[in-house]
């Protein structure tokens, strides 16, 4: 059974930013590479949950394996990425070089429409 965590990306003060959701996971479960500009992360979830309540017992069990590939921006440096977990959030945060973090516009081409006129009546 796989599953696939809530993420978040964003750039951020030079960062790449990404988080995701990872509830009931500790650090040791959760695996970060990264290959070719492309940030992986992948592990593994199991937790069981019982309940016993009027001489009824309920057990529930969340289980499965995930996996997201998420692209990096040019420049990202990778070497500098840093990383951390808490309450079932994990944080990335990656330098990016300046100019991978500027905006620009791009001009659209084609036929700009007539404004139209009024008929006199």
């Keep these: 059974m796989t599953w696939s965590p809530s993420i978040e990306v964003k ?19 959760v695996k970060i590479t990264v290959e ?3 940030l992986m992360l992948e592990g593994e979830r199991s937790e069981e949950k019982e309940e016993e309540a009027g001489g009824t017992r309920r057990s529930e069990i969340r289980y499965g394996k995930f996996y997201r590939a998420i692209q990096l921006p040019d420049g990202a440096k990778t070497d500098q990425a840093q990383a951390r977990f808490e309450n079932g959030m994990l944080h990335i945060e990656i330098p990016v070089a300046e100019e991978a973090t500027q905006r620009r516009q791009i001009p659209i081409g084609g036929a700009a429409r007539e404004p139209e006129t009024k008929k006199a009546a």
Excluded: C
């Design 11 to 29: 750039q951020k003060d030079g960062k790449q930013v990404i988080s995701a959701e990872l509830p009931g996971l500790m650090p040791e479960d």
């Design 36 to 38: 070719d500009d492309i």
